[in-house]
């Protein structure tokens, strides 16, 4: 009984759903109206760019052709990264040469931790 009655409370609540945040449809003159309040707006923003406009008439053509189309190169790492760079292939390499005299000395331990089987 419970659950017909929560079941139907949900089905009444989205069926009136649309029609509780529905808004109220604009007459024609509205629209109108609010087209032209548009155009005025443009023309008035038109008209302030014609007397400062933010970009200067020299740059405002952005033809393919009048672009930089040179190649950007990497520069690669700095001295530093390549310094950095090769302390870690030596620490690297040092481990796994410690590594690789720990398995020569007891070859029977070489199983990996997580490896179960004995």
């Known amino acids: 009984m419970t659950r017909r009655l929560i079941g139907g409370f949900i089905g009444v609540g989205l069926a009136m ?13 509205q629209a109108i109206q609010f087209q032209h ?22 740059n405002t053509s ?10 950007v190169t990497d520069p690669g790492p700095g001295p530093s990264q390549l310094r950095q760079a090769i302390e870690w292939e030596h620490h690297k390499d040092a481990a796994a040469a410690q590594q690789a005299a720990l398995e020569a000395r007891h070859p029977s331990d ?3 931790v997580g490896d179960s089987s004995k």
């Open 17 to 29: 759903a649309p029609w509780a945040f529905a808004q109220e449809p604009q007459t024609m003159q």
């Open 37 to 58: 309040l548009k155009d005025k707006e443009d023309a008035r923003q038109a008209a302030l760019e014609a007397r400062h406009p933010s970009v200067p008439a020299v």
């Open 62 to 71: 952005r033809a393919a052709s009048e672009w930089d189309t040179s190649t």
């Open 110 to 112: 070489t199983r990996s």
